[in-house]
């Protein structure tokens, strides 16, 4: 009985995370609205940010043959509208559907772990394209290079 009651546990403890995040279209519009706020440098990151996140739904109808643009525009209409579930359908004619509905569901932690580490190499990326670079010293190494030909 002591096993069944840990079985059960762990069965509701896994699926206890599988719906705690929104969908990338939620999590752009989310983001796109909040950057659209601000001013400078920092919008400009966020809106990229919020454009980065659609490119997985984009990906996916282009996959799948379908008018990316258009599916997109429709998810964006529903997410507006409230219907937060709605996601790409590469069966259907419309091109969007409930995936709660439609039983397709994605792992929270699994979505968590790759956009955090989508942002940590985005955020590396950046940090070594930001070095410090010495003038002089790059026109030394251009004199001596000319030396050693």
């Known amino acids: 009985m002591v096993e069944l009651s840990r079985c059960v546990s762990d069965f509701s403890t896994a699926f206890d ?10 999590l752009s519009a989310y983001i796109r609205a909040h950057g659209l706020g601000l001013r400078g440098k920092l919008q400009f990151v966020l809106l990229a940010f ?11 109808c282009d996959n799948a043959g379908l008018d990316s643009t258009d599916v997109l525009n429709k998810l964006r209409a529903r997410h507006h509208t409230g219907d937060q579930n709605y996601g790409v359908d590469v069966d259907g004619p419309e091109g969007v559907r ?6 397709v569901w994605e792992p929270s932690l699994v ?7 989508a942002a ?5 990326i950046l940090s ?15 004199a001596l290079s000319f030396l050693v030909d």
């Not at 409930?98 to 039983?103: R, V, Y």
């Open 111 to 117: 979505k968590l772990n790759a956009i955090s580490s």
């Open 98 to 103: 409930d995936n709660m509905k439609a039983f």
């Open 17 to 26: 995370g599988l719906f705690k995040l929104p969908t990338q279209m939620t």
């Open 128 to 142: 070594v394209d930001e070095t410090v670079r010495n003038p002089q010293s790059e026109a030394v190494c251009t």
């Open 50 to 60: 919020a454009k980065a996140l659609e490119v997985i739904p984009r990906q996916i």
């Open 120 to 124: 940590e190499a985005a955020c590396l």
